[in-house]
């Protein structure tokens, strides 16, 4: 059975940080492309990072840039998400998802994947 499994969301205090992990199983992580996503009340999902399968080569959202990193460890089967200075606007429910299949300039479309997670919340608040 194929799940994901995120992790590592909270309440923490702008400035703060937190790793979301996402646990894998029932599938071969090292052949999927691994795509963060979060979703605020009222508004759309949106694609905040991926990793691809074929040489880890990374995406962010313009407003993640230089704050978030992606990485995924699939000998362990769970890729992470680190956050670094986390701003109010970041509070969402994080999502994790799963794709075999080229995605290039279409990672952040949610409609490409093929398994999600049942999300995280994060919220940043003073």
């Known amino acids: 059975q194929v799940q994901l499994v995120e992790s590592g969301g909270g309440l923490v205090q702008p400035g703060g940080s937190l790793r979301l992990s996402c646990a894998t199983s029932?599938?071969?992580?090292?052949?999927?492309?691994i795509g963060w996503f979060r979703q605020a009340p009222g508004k759309e999902r949106e694609g905040v990072s991926c990793?691809?399968?074929?040489?880890?080569?990374?995406y962010y959202e313009d407003s993640v840039k230089g704050r978030f990193t992606i990485s995924r460890d699939n000998a362990k089967a769970t890729a992470y998400l680190q956050m670094y200075n986390l701003k109010p606007e970041d509070t969402a429910v994080y999502y994790c998802?799963?794709?075999?299949?080229?995605?290039?300039?279409?990672?952040?479309?949610?409609?490409?994947?093929?398994?999600w997670g049942q999300g995280t919340q994060v919220t940043v608040s003073s």
């Open positions: 029932g599938f071969t992580l090292d052949y999927y492309n």
């Open positions: 998802a799963a794709e075999a299949l080229y995605l290039g300039s279409s990672w952040s479309d949610p409609s490409k994947y093929d398994y």
């Open positions: 990793i691809f399968h074929t040489d880890d080569s990374t």
